[in-house]
T-cell receptor
Framework: ETGVTQTPRHLVMGMTNKKSLKCEQH?????MYWYKQSAKKPLELMFV???????ENNSVPSRFSPECPNSSHLFLHLHTLQPEDSALYLC?????????????FGPGTRLTVT | AQSVTQLDSHVSVSEGTPVLLRCNYS??????LFWYVQHPNKGLQLLLK??????LVKGINGFEAEFKKSETSFHLTKPSAHMSDAAEYFC????????????FGSGTQLTVLP
């Protein structure tokens, strides 16, 4: 595997379910990110981890819970979601988190909340 | 504060004709600017980036962009469109010093007609 991978690629869950999204980067990067991409809206940055420490949390509801056990893996734990949480969730990584470091994106997980 | 405006939500060109995707930005600091492309059901791929070096930036697949500080613009161009260029394109700005504060434009959908 190369680059940034995400599993699952598609997920359908009810509002009372608990599920997790997984992201893995094979690039030796130090920073990882979660984004939400909804139809007709710009990408929204949700969380940033640098060297396994959360450095950014953009007012995301507590029903989204990130976890970064090491610099290669990032999880997004989901519980009691709402239909408006249906979106494409993208993971990204970068070598550093100062300006000039481009982010490399995974293919995303398409989440549908029923 | 920073923002980015993609002036066209949809652009349609014929194969073999030039492509112009427009992006204006505002930033309180010397920005870094990026263009990403997203094909259907795929993650975002970096096309090119500007980080205060040469103002004319060349990217992958024949794309290039010119940073014009006086016009606060970073338009993306390609001399000759190919069918495989059909995708959504995102202009992204980040202030100098922090890649975690990426701000994405709302995207431009490029259609290439045969």
């Amino acid at each position: 595997e190369t680059g940034v991978t995400q599993t699952p690629r598609h997920l359908v869950m009810g509002m009372t379910n608990k599920k997790s999204l997984k992201c893995e980067q094979h690039l030796g990067h130090n920073a990882m990110y979660w984004y939400k991409q909804s139809a007709k809206k710009p990408l929204e940055l949700m969380f940033v981890y640098s060297l396994e420490e959360r450095v950014e949390n953009n007012s995301v509801p507590s029903r989204f819970s990130p976890e970064c056990p090491n610099s290669s893996h990032l999880f997004l734990h989901l519980h009691t979601l709402q239909p408006e949480d249906s979106a494409l969730y993208l993971c990204a990584s970068s070598q550093g988190w100062t300006s000039g470091y481009e982010q490399y994106f995974g293919p995303g997980t398409r989440l549908t909340v029923t | 504060a920073q923002s980015v405006t993609q002036l066209d939500s949809h652009v349609s060109v014929s194969e073999g004709t030039p492509v112009l995707l427009r992006c204006n930005y505002s930033s309180s600091y010397s920005p870094s600017l990026f263009w990403y492309v997203q094909h259907p059901n795929k993650g975002l791929q970096l096309l090119l980036k500007y980080t205060s070096a040469a103002t004319l930036v060349k990217g992958i697949n024949g794309f290039e962009a010119e940073f014009k500080k006086s016009e606060t613009s970073f338009h993306l161009t390609k001399p000759s469109a190919h069918m495989s260029d059909a995708a959504e394109y995102f202009c992204v700005v980040t202030p100098s010093g922090s890649a975690r504060q990426l701000t994405f434009g709302s995207g431009t959908q490029l259609t290439v007609l045969p």
